[in-house]
């Protein structure tokens, strides 16, 4: 009976894990043509202590191969209590041919991210926003290559990818497993016309739309949320939203370097789930969660004898390898080097998703910014 239920789990789990593969290669490449760059965008960026962070985002800014006339930014401190602010005034005086403005937050709700937004909302002088944050690089074509797709494409929302710009340490190559499973998942989800995720560090739609779906009223009780729940919105409103599958706009982030850092980080993602309103996602979430879980269970039943370690093996290693698959092809677009799915990540992940996914559930308190937070 064991036997069996493990079986079925893994079967469901693999079921879907091929749908993200079929889903992943549904989603074409985009392909550039030369126009001329004509979108205007607004950068909104909130930040709370980032001045380690800040210089080189800003100076990723500099770098962008893209009119001037055409960029605005906001940077809105939330009550930031470091060099952050100096930091953008002086980057500010020394770029002035950037159309550049400094906001302070103006807390509303529970979720401090959302509100830096919505308070740069109402000054944002152009069509296209742009949100990415404060401890991420931008490369130098990324709104070149925006521009292209909406020129070509006219979305009124797109999802960019986001990876983390790693040391070569097993801590980081960890967390970049963990986010490459979460945009594989969003890029399959965008294939099989299910989509449910992205990363508000590479989030762009119109500010027309912002102010159609309301914005973020209805989920700023959740403290984090400010890309999926406003997709989701969009998607339920039958809105045109779109994945860019192109390397050019590839934003990278930072991973964490302290152990708790890394596990609230992931809460906060995982706190979000409770307020997902898509059925493929909320039934995703728990086959993820079941197919780990079964895998922690098979693991005592073997110990205990009550599961053959053939068996256990077996259900392990054709995890091992569905995920192997979907991970290596992602990998392959994201950052074309090699890739290792190690054995040890492998047997850690279990043990690591599933205590995420149940404290978050249970419990879903964190701190992030030095604030604590509940559901």
């Excluded at 339920?236 to 192109?246: D, F, G, I, P």
């Amino acid at each position: 009976m064991i036997e069996i239920i493990l079986f079925l789990i893994l079967a469901i789990y693999i079921v879907f894990i091929l749908q993200l593969l079929f889903g992943f290669d549904k989603v074409k490449s985009f392909e550039k043509i030369d126009k001329t760059p004509k979108t205007a965008f607004t950068i909104i960026v909130p930040f709370r202590n980032e001045a380690k962070n800040l210089p080189k985002l800003l100076r990723s800014f500099s770098k962008l191969n893209y009119p001037n006339e055409l960029i605005e930014i906001i940077m809105v401190d939330d009550f930031s209590k470091d060099l952050s602010e100096r930091i953008c005034i002086q980057w500010r005086m020394q770029n002035d041919d950037i159309d550049t403005t400094l906001l302070e937050n103006l807390r509303l709700s529970n979720s401090p991210k959302k509100d830096a937004i919505a308070r740069a909302m109402p000054i944002a002088k152009n069509p296209w926003i742009i949100t990415t944050d404060a401890d991420c690089i931008v490369p130098k074509k990324w709104l070149q290559t925006i521009d292209n797709f909406i020129q070509q494409n006219q979305p009124e929302m797109i999802i960019c990818p986001v990876i983390y710009k790693t040391k070569n340490n097993w801590f980081h190559h960890f967390q970049q497993l963990d986010l490459l499973s979460l945009q594989a998942t969003t890029i399959g989800s965008f294939g099989i016309e299910k989509p449910f995720m992205c990363n508000g560090a590479n989030f762009a739609y119109t500010k027309e739309i912002f102010k159609k779906l309301d914005g973020f009223n209805g989920n700023n009780k959740i403290a984090s949320g400010d890309d999926v729940f406003l997709l989701q919105k969009a998607i339920h409103s039958n809105e045109k939203v779109s994945y860019l599958k192109h390397r050019d706009v590839i934003v990278k982030t930072k991973p964490e370097n302290d152990l708790f850092a890394f596990f609230m980080q992931r809460v906060r993602w995982a706190s979000k789930t409770t307020g997902y309103k898509n059925n493929y996602a909320k039934i995703l979430a728990i086959v993820v969660l079941m197919a780990n879980l079964s895998l922690i269970c098979g693991f005592w039943f073997a110990v205990y004898g009550c599961l053959d370690w053939k068996l256990f093996l077996g259900l392990f290693l054709a995890k091992y390898l569905i995920d192997y698959i979907l991970l290596f092809k992602v990998n392959g677009f994201l950052r074309k080097g090699k890739f290792l799915l190690s054995i040890v990540s492998s047997v850690i992940y279990p043990f690591y998703s599933s205590f995420t996914g149940i404290y978050s559930v249970l419990f879903g308190k964190f701190t992030w910014k030095d604030r604590t937070f509940t559901k």
